[in-house]
């Protein structure tokens, strides 16, 4: 499994619309399904956890944009094409955690998304479906979509009523939370996507990774962040770290 991480999405344009399409070929609805764990289990909203630190948790709400959804060809000759839609993940919402998509026929290797919302649909500003403000993931003061939102309690926190609140956005230089994920198929093996089979793509996601990552982020010390800057790139630059991997099931 390979994870590009930190790719400005225009070139993430360039790179996809330099391959080739595969014409005629019949596709059929593919499944993304997000799940997340905790020690390798579900994750249980508004259940106490504790964290790779020993502090303990316990998590709310748990939201986050993942758009640009396109499947990895194993040919990369071929071209695939992005779905122009952004999609909210609402673990407290479990129709929203499974995404279904019309995918062309093919061999793939794996999936790739945009994590936020790119500066090209950040300055059309408010928007309606899962963009609309009513979703609360809209910075009103800061006309601004919040990339992920993870919310809840936890008594080493330092906020008041022992909140935790990671509300990470922010796409304008020098601080981005945008990101692209690719994801590649276990141990890199392709699989086929045909009008005869039924693919489910079910994405791990591991929220031990959040904390533990490449900035290291112990609740104590940081119990909130709610502002565009360097705090909110680090702290989304954890949450990519939380994609584990790819399990394809395959319904004949």
Known sequence: ?????????????????????????????????????????????NKKYKNPFGETFEISRFRFYAGKIAPVYADTTLKINISPAYHLIDFSDSASTA???????????????????????????????????????????????????????????????????????????????????????????????SGENKITIEVAMELDNFFDSTNPLHINEISSCTTPGLLAEKISENFTGIFAGLTIRNYP
């Not at 399409?21 to 909203?45: C, S």
């Open 1 to 45: 499994m390979r994870k590009l991480r930190g790719i400005p999405f225009v070139a993430l344009l360039l790179l996809v619309f330099g391959f080739q399409k595969n014409p005629g070929a019949q596709g059929t609805t593919l499944i993304i399904q997000f799940r997340v764990f905790i020690h390798g289990e579900p994750l249980l909203l």
């Open 99 to 193: 995404i279904k998509l019309s995918a062309p026929a093919g061999t793939y290797s794996g999936i790739q998304f945009q994590l936020g919302v790119d500066s090209i649909d950040q300055y059309r500003g408010a928007q309606s479906g899962d963009l609309d403000p009513i979703k609360g993931m809209f910075w009103t003061w800061n006309s601004g979509y919040l990339s992920f939102k993870i919310e809840g309690y936890s008594p080493v926190s330092n906020q008041p009523a022992q909140v935790i609140a990671y509300h990470i956005g922010g796409f304008r230089y020098p601080y981005n939370t945008v990101w692209k994920i690719r994801l590649d198929s276990t141990n890199d093996v392709p699989f086929q996507v």
